[in-house]
């Protein structure tokens, strides 16, 4: 092999070496790039999901504070349900009450009624008797 035949293989060697240098410099250019990418789309992506998570968060904590208003709102009404039916049950006892001493009542005044009736029946009788008696002493 002659020189110029060997330098000419050196600089085709050389030469082909420069190519695979640029070759995986472009490469590495271009594989870093993809990755800037694919980390910029993750972290939107990241965001995009957060946003949309938050977002999800306050409409459910919206409708757990409703929710939970509406069963105050719905425990308040209970209690004033059972306080009404605790003092209707007292009126119904009181008006029991009222009924059973309006009926002694009404039987004491009827046994009242009864003995004056029976008092003024028998002074009839004993006032019938002595007019009896009389008309016979004078007879």
Same mark, same amino acid.
């Given at each position: 092999? +002659? ?7 050196? %600089?085709? /060697?050389?030469?082909? #070496?420069?190519? =695979?240098?640029?070759? @995986? $410099? ?34 459910? +904590? ?7 208003? %509406?069963? /105050?709102?719905?425990? #308040?009404?209970? =209690?004033?349900?059972? @306080? $009404? ?34 008092? +003024? ?19």
């Amino acid at each position: 092999m +002659t020189c110029a035949q060997i330098q000419q293989q050196e %600089e085709s /060697e050389q030469k082909h #070496i420069s190519e =695979q240098v640029a070759m @995986k $410099e472009s490469f590495e250019n271009e594989f870093e790039s993809l990755r800037q990418k694919l980390v910029s789309n993750m972290y939107q992506e990241m965001g995009d999901v957060m946003a949309k998570t938050m977002q999800l968060n306050d409409k459910l +904590t919206s409708q757990l504070k409703t929710a939970l208003a %509406e069963m /105050e709102s719905m425990q #308040i009404t209970l =209690q004033e349900k059972e @306080k $009404e039916v605790s003092f209707a049950k007292r009126e119904i006892k009181l008006l029991k009450y009222k009924e059973k001493m309006m009926a002694q009542r009404r039987a004491e005044k009827a046994q009242a009624r009864a003995s004056l009736v029976a008092k +003024t029946q028998e002074e009839k009788e004993k006032a019938g008797g002595d007019v009896v008696e009389e008309t016979q002493e004078i007879c």
